[in-house]
């Protein structure tokens, strides 16, 4: 019951919630409350549960994320800036028996690569991309992202972002689950237990459809980024769920594993 | 019963567990660990539902569950 | 090539270039389409899946170099090919796979610039070629074909450098080279590194999924990020000591340079363009050579500087003068360098290098 510093349970229990091998045990550079690490830990237990780290490329990007390669025990590549998906489709198609997935943030995946994710999903590339909209650019320091909220404040949109100047935030998961290639799009949350145990499980089905070869796999989750928000972790969370969630509905928009029957 | 072990290494007191804990189990510590964040630690009827660790972005926290039945 | 079909082929020098591929062991192609290169895509979504390898036609020539990233890091022979506008758009894939040390070929039939530019023959991307083209202090080898024959060639050539330095190799040719149809002997040249080799020359940095080497074997990672003090600086010793070790790589054609008084300096299309002018004024006795550097990085300035003393030089290129500047920079001030140039787009005869040669010769300077 208290924070026992030993490891070795004291009497009949079992350990029911630990780290996986697939995530090593740096700690990450990520602020207090930011969800990468959740993100982290969910693509981790997919590749762990499914057994396939051994034969897993990641396709690292630019942003916060640029880093992630740091934290999985798995063979990686750094594309460049939006570049994620188009690298991607080049290690698939060059080794087709590996697994391979992107980990993007917003402004790589929906605004500079918009146009080599939008491709490689609608050629049906076989791999899985994992997209953290946190509604801003959190690595050169909180300016505007494609995915930012009318009215929400950046460094390159003081007064809020204005529609008549700006547009508005861009609903990616729709878009891809036009596209015929995408056998799965979903968008989760990560601001609470509940939504984090969703996610977990779109995650999995979002590599779940690479593996059976029915092709991309898409999952968007809304992740809170309490450094350039302004905000401590909780509000964070809080915002996700009043603000964002409201303009970035949640739910499994194409799941074709599900269409053929095979959910 | 149950109980969890937090990596105070891993910890950065972002409190997304305390908020998370059903039972109120998690608070601060008031103590730092290297890397300057005030870990938080648990007293109270943990249950064992791993909300905390769920909710963990640092992976800091294992839950252990009691085995109904078991030896002690 | 199937059973009792002639090694003989008539072909384009775009043909060429993906029949050399495909023999040279290619695996992975990926590009977009653009005028004066279309054949080789076009050629190789054919072949390529038939040899058991992958085409795909990008969303753009960016999609296509970082797709290229993508196959070259997980070590299989990939190229792509452009001109000029597509080869601009490639540049920041390039750096990347420069910086991270990946192997990968690049065709650019070269068109007119700057813009849109025109269709006809150009060599007025030498400069964005042989400099590095992209960001950071990076090299491509450059190869630079004259006949559809080199381009079938070099094709083992740029395949055998890339995975040899895990380094962005050109092969720059522009409209003449990649449309001229003419004979072209199908039969790999002699030394040339056997396509399963390749694989094997970078089976220790390649990406693959760590269970390929053992199931406790350690993550690998390519990349070109170094933010840690110090770090990139050692980055760069180590690409700057590879560029060095590169320069054994020089290849450059030599003839009637002996007895010569003038050398003109040549290449590509327009070397084999002003072949026909020296030969025809050899013809004359007139004491005039040519030197065509086939490797245009590494470039052969200490070749160049051998011949210097007592000779000079006539650079023929068709740009506003680029090559011109390496060749300056080879010579150091030890003979004159002239300069001629023909204006990208427009197509050249043999006869019409003569004059410039002559007035040269004459004692007057170069022009355009």
């Not at chain 1, 207090?32 to 990007?61: K, N």
């Not at chain 1, 935030?169 to 290639?181: D, N, S, Y």
Request: glycine fraction near 10%; hydrophobic fraction near 40%.
């Amino acid at each position: 019951m208290t924070s026992a510093k030993k490891s070795v349970p004291p009497r009949a229990e079992k350990l029911v919630f630990d780290v996986n091998p697939v995530l090593n045990e740096r700690p990450t550079h990520y602020c207090p409350g930011c969800h990468h690490g959740i993100a982290h830990r969910l693509v981790s237990e997919a590749l762990h549960e499914l057994g396939v780290a051994d034969r897993t490329i990641l396709v690292a990007s630019v942003g916060c994320a640029a880093f992630t390669y740091d934290y999985f025990n798995v063979d990686s590549v750094e594309a460049p800036h939006g570049r994620a998906c188009a690298v991607a489709t080049g290690v698939r198609r060059a080794r087709p028996g590996a697994v391979v997935f992107t980990y993007q943030g917003d402004g790589d995946m929906a605004a500079i690569g918009t146009a080599e994710s939008l491709h490689a999903a609608n050629r049906g590339e076989k791999i899985t991309a994992v997209f953290i909209n946190n509604t801003v650019y959190g690595m050169t320091g909180g300016q505007m992202a494609p995915t930012t909220l009318l009215g929400q404040k950046t460094t390159t949109s003081r007064r809020g972002r204005d529609f008549d100047n700006e547009g508005g935030p861009i609903r990616l998961t729709e878009i891809m689950a036009q596209l015929q290639g995408v056998a799965y799009a979903a968008r989760c949350a990560l601001d609470s237990v509940k939504h984090v145990k969703e996610a977990k499980k779109a995650v999995r089905r979002a590599f779940d459809a690479q593996i059976a070869g029915l092709g991309f796999g898409f999952v968007e989750l809304l992740s809170s980024c309490p450094t350039n928000w302004h905000m401590d972790p909780v509000a964070a969370n809080r915002h996700i769920a009043e603000e964002m969630i409201p303009v970035f509905p949640l739910g499994v928009f194409r799941d074709v594993m599900k269409e053929k029957g095979n959910a | 019963m149950s109980r969890i072990q937090i990596l105070e290494e891993r910890c950065k007191g972002c409190r997304l567990c305390v908020e998370a804990c059903p039972t109120g189990v998690l608070r601060p510590s008031g103590r730092f660990n290297h890397q300057g964040y005030e870990v938080m630690e648990a007293d109270g009827q943990c249950v064992g539902c791993a909300s905390c660790a769920v909710m963990c972005p640092d992976t800091a926290i294992r839950v252990f569950k009691s085995v109904k039945g078991a030896a002690a | 090539m199937t059973a009792g079909q002639s090694d003989r082929i008539l072909v384009k020098g775009n043909e060429a270039i993906a029949y050399g591929a495909v023999d040279a062991g290619l695996k992975c192609y990926f590009g977009y389409p653009i005028t004066p290169q279309n054949e080789i895509p076009e050629m190789l979504s054919v072949l390529l899946p038939e040899a058991g390898g992958v085409f795909v036609q990008a969303e753009s020539e960016v999609g296509a170099v970082n797709m290229l990233l993508g196959a070259g890091a997980c070590g299989v022979p990939a190229m792509t090919s452009s001109s000029s506008c597509g080869i601009s758009l490639m540049q920041e894939g390039i750096s990347f796979l420069a910086g991270s040390h990946v192997p990968g070929v690049i065709v650019n039939m070269a068109r007119g610039g700057p813009g849109l530019g025109d269709l006809g023959p150009s060599q007025g991307d030498y400069f964005q070629a042989v400099k590095g083209g992209g960001h950071g202090d990076h090299r491509n080898l450059v190869l630079a074909p004259a006949t559809a024959q080199e381009c079938y060639d070099f094709m083992f050539k740029a395949f055998a450098l890339a995975f040899a330095y895990r380094n962005p190799v050109m092969v720059l040719g522009d409209a003449v080279v990649a449309q001229i149809k003419e004979p072209v002997q199908r039969v790999p040249p002699a030394g040339a590194v056997k396509a399963e080799h390749l694989q094997f020359l970078v089976r220790d940095q390649r990406i693959e999924g760590y269970g390929a080497r053992g199931k406790t074997a350690a993550p690998r990672l390519l990349k070109s990020v170094y933010l840690a003090e110090g770090e990139l600086a050692e980055r760069n010793r180590l690409l700057q000591r590879k560029y060095a070790d590169m320069r054994k790589e020089v290849l450059f054609e030599c003839e009637d340079v002996d007895d010569a008084e003038l050398i003109v300096v040549a290449f590509g299309s327009i070397g084999r363009t002003a072949r026909g002018a020296v030969r025809r004024l050899r013809g004359e006795n007139r004491k005039v050579g040519l030197f065509r550097p086939v490797t245009l990085y590494p470039f052969p300035d200490e070749a160049l500087q051998k011949l210097a003393p007592g000779r000079r030089f006539l650079v023929m290129e068709q740009n506003i003068g680029q090559m011109m500047e390496d060749v300056r920079l080879a010579v150091n001030g030890v003979s004159p360098v002239h300069w001629h140039g023909v204006m990208p787009g427009l197509f050249v005869s043999a006869n019409e290098l003569v004059e410039p040669i002559l007035r040269v010769l004459g004692g007057q300077s170069g022009s355009n």
